[in-house]
């Protein structure tokens, strides 16, 4: 039973360049969190999603942040124009439900440099 | 703003003793989670305890949690060179959409035990 996956696991940029970050779920979960993990920080929550819909998304800056989950494939975040101050760990989760007791599990994480 | 906050901030201590790290929240819960994050990696899920129980226990680990303090501990019994890591409180709070539960993560603390 695999567990929550991201590519790349590093992913390096020019500033302006874009960056598109995947997610697969777990196998049966439907629900998928992306956070961002600056240095020596703990995770920010950035935004919710379900299969075609996004629950919430009140931690996404307002600009050149974007997140999508179709119906079929990944889940993509997607950094436009990139800026150093993107570079730091985007670490996504998922569950099976939206129930409050549910845990959520975490991907290894995709780490973006900006250069 | 951090919804939890851990403390200490930095823990060095002995293999086989036992390591305490405090966790403390502002606002009302449903459930609060530890996570363990190992440098470079992603956050691996410890334990869960629910706003209406006050103690729970996981192997090696103990968590308490006190909602009328707004805190929790997790103890780590025992401990080995293998638990040297990050470790994460992390409050669920309801999002904008009822049914949605982001994480809110607190800044950790660091564990180092040395052989």
């Known amino acids: 039973n695999a567990g929550v996956m991201q590519n790349p696991r590093h992913l390096v940029r020019r500033r302006g360049q874009e960056a598109r970050l995947r997610c697969s779920p777990m196998?049966?979960?439907?629900?998928v969190y992306w956070y961002r993990q600056l240095p020596e920080e703990g995770l920010k929550f950035m935004v919710y999603l379900q299969k075609e819909n996004i629950i919430d998304e009140s931690g996404m800056p307002k600009e050149r942040f974007s997140a999508e989950f179709p119906k079929e494939g990944p889940s993509i975040l997607r950094i436009q124009q990139v800026v150093r101050g993107d570079s730091a760990a985007y670490f996504c989760a998922s569950s099976p439900l939206a129930a409050p007791s549910n845990t959520q599990y975490f991907g290894p994480g995709t780490r973006l440099t900006v250069l | 703003s951090q919804q939890g906050e851990e403390d200490p901030q930095a823990l060095s201590i002995q293999e086989g003793e036992n390591a305490t790290m405090n966790c403390s929240y502002k606002?009302?819960?449903?459930?609060l989670q530890w996570y363990r994050q190992n440098s470079g990696r992603g956050l691996v899920h410890l334990i869960l305890i629910r706003s209406n129980e006050r103690e729970k226990h996981s192997g090696r680990l103990r968590v308490t949690l006190d909602t009328s303090k707004k805190s929790s501990s997790l103890l780590i019994t025992a401990s080995r060179a293998a638990d040297t890591a990050s470790y994460f409180c992390?409050?669920?709070?309801?999002?904008?959409?009822?049914?949605?539960?982001?994480?809110?993560f607190g800044q950790g603390t660091r564990l180092t035990i040395n052989p």
């Open positions: 606002t009302s819960i449903n459930n």
């Open positions: 196998k049966g979960h439907s629900h």
């Open positions: 992390a409050t669920d709070s309801m999002g904008l959409i009822q049914g949605a539960q982001k994480l809110v």
